[in-house]
Every structure is written in structure tokens, then in C-alpha cells.
């Protein structure tokens, strides 16, 4: 910044430069914000501009001062020029994916948390379960403090359905950030496959609360009140999902479920109807339509045939 004022002084062209190369660095250089992202090339997309104006700036008062000069420059301008294009295509390779970027920024920062778990979202991207579980766990053994590795990893445990890893995980997770209300309904989840209702019940109310107006919540309470036989209460829940997200088709197949079990046959075809054309391959939906077909065509014919 003295530099910058010396040369305000002397040359406004070239404190422009030296300002816009020193501004957005500014923000770069208090560490403590940036966490592990200390090192990144974003700080220096805007600074560039700067840093090639000031080299433009001498080109051009050195020429001005010795004419001989501008061959020589240019020769080695040009030089610098391919250096840093050869650079720019070699980076591309690292840039094609995620997969390439992340696996390069952890072979580079090995005991950063952050890449394994950037790397550990782009194995699950690509179903790489295993590979995910990995990096994953590399990442909340470097830094258990990271609630979002924490959270990743009992998603992929969830999916190997190691439940009762994935249960260790969601809890880690919701202890360092218990306003996550996914990470309320990944529980919740993992807890139903259990068998735990009661517990799964507590997840998915704390979720509706945090969110009451996320559909996938309100489905999720509604099955586990299901599995508790507590009809009235799944209704309702399910209700209110397909109010907030008519097209969901899971949440229509299951306020179907709760129907049929409360021999609301009529409701319960509606809804499995429009589960069905929401999602024409809904297997579950077409067989208790269908069962629900033949229960009002057998009820019927008990209630004619009654003297």
C-alpha cells in the first residue's frame, strides 16, 4: 500500500494497476476466514489484470526510453506469454471434472479436510460408494469438526445400508449443527429401518419444524406415524405434503396406503391413480390400485346380494 501511494503521487496509471492487483487480495489475506481455501486461483483472476497492466506500462516506458529495446521485449513478452498458455492447457486436464480437480487439489493437500470431502461428493456423484466412504472418513479423521463430512458419510453408509453407522454419522453431525434439517431426516430414515418408529418420530417432527414447509419432511413423519398404525395423524401429514408438492408421487402413493388401511377405498384410488400418472412405472401404485378395484367391486356385490 506504500508503494501504491508513492506512485499516486508520480503515476496514476500505474497506482490503478497496483490498486486493482492489491484491493481483491485483500479480503484473501485475513486466513482466518478463509479456513483451509488459503491457497486458491480465484484470488488471482481479478489481480491479473492488474499485474499485466503494470507489465504493459513498463513495455512501454522502457521502449520509450531506449527505441533498441522493443524487439527484445517483445521477444520476451512472447515468451512469457507461451509459458503461461502452455501452463493454461496443461490446467484444463485438472479442470475437465470434478473427479479430475478434486483428485488433483488432494494429491496436492493431502491433510486438508475440505478436498477429501470435495472428492468424497464426487465419487458419489458417480455411484463410487466405496471410494466416497473413503474419502469421507479421511475427511472427518482430519477434521472432526466438519459437520457436512460428517453428514456425507452416514448418507453413504445409509446407502450401503449400514445403518447403524450411519445413525453414529447423522448424530455427529446434528451435535455440530443441529438446525440441519436433512441431516434430521437421514436420521429419521436410518432410524425406521431400524425399527426404531418412536426415535424416527422425533427426527422427522424436529425436521417438519425446522422446515415445515419441505415436503419430503411432512412424507417421512407421515410414514412413520404409518408404521405406528397412527392412521389419522399419517393422513394428515401426508395430506399436507401433496399440498405443498402435488406431483409428488410417493407422497400420493403413501396418503393411498393410509386411505386403504382406513377402508377410504374411493380416496385411496384417487390417489393411487395420480401416483401413476405422475409415475407411470410405480409398480406398488398399479397393484394396490388394483387391490383396491377388487375390494369395492367385492363390496359391492356383498351389498346387493344382503336381503
Request: charge should be neutral.
Amino acid at each position: 500500500m506504500v508503494v501504491t501511494f508513492l506512485a499516486f503521487k508520480k503515476k496514476n496509471k500505474v497506482c490503478f494497476g497496483l490498486l486493482v492487483i492489491a484491493l481483491p487480495l485483500l479480503p484473501s489475506l485475513y486466513i482466518p476466514a478463509l479456513g483451509e481455501n488459503v491457497f486458491a486461483e480465484r484470488y488471482l483472476y481479478l489481480p491479473s489484470f492488474g499485474f499485466v497492466l503494470l507489465i504493459a506500462l513498463a513495455l512501454t516506458g522502457a521502449t520509450a526510453v531506449k527505441p533498441g529495446l522493443a524487439s527484445g521485449l517483445a521477444m520476451i513478452s512472447l515468451l512469457v506469454a507461451a509459458v503461461y498458455s502452455a501452463g493454461t492447457v496443461s490446467r484444463t486436464s485438472v479442470w475437465r471434472d470434478d473427479l479430475t480437480l478434486f483428485t488433483d487439489t488432494v494429491r496436492k493437500s493431502p491433510d486438508a479436510a475440505l478436498p477429501h470431502n470435495n472428492l468424497g461428493n464426487a465419487y458419489e456423484n458417480q455411484d463410487r460408494i466405496d471410494e466416497a466412504v473413503n474419502e469421507f472418513s479421511t475427511a472427518v479423521k482430519i477434521r472432526p469438526g466438519l459437520a457436512g463430512a460428517h453428514y456425507n458419510l452416514g448418507n453413504e453408509y445409509k446407502r450401503q445400508k449400514r445403518f447403524k453407522e450411519a445413525i453414529i454419522e447423522y448424530k455427529t453431525s446434528l451435535r455440530l449443527n443441529p438446525g440441519y434439517a436433512e441431516a434430521h431426516i437421514n436420521l429419521g430414515v436410518a432410524y425406521l429401518n431400524q425399527n426404531l418408529l418412536d426415535e424416527a418420530v422425533n427426527e422427522f417432527t424436529t425436521a417438519v419444524k425446522l422446515e415445515p414447509d419441505s415436503a419430503e419432511a411432512h412424507t417421512n413423519l407421515g410414514t412413520a406415524y404409518l408404521n405406528q398404525n397412527r392412521l389419522e395423524e399419517a393422513v394428515n401429514e401426508f395430506s399436507i405434503a401433496v399440498k405443498l408438492e402435488p406431483d409428488f408421487a410417493e407422497a400420493r402413493y403413501n396418503l393411498g396406503t393410509a386411505y386403504a388401511k382406513q377402508n377410504r377405498l374411493e380416496e385411496a384410488v384417487n390417489e393411487f391413480s395420480t401416483a401413476l400418472k405422475l409415475k407411470p412405472d410405480f409398480a406398488e401404485a398399479r397393484n394396490n390400485l388394483e387391490f383396491c378395484y377388487e375390494r369395492i367391486k367385492t363390496t359391492k356385490r356383498l351389498t346387493v346380494g344382503k336381503p
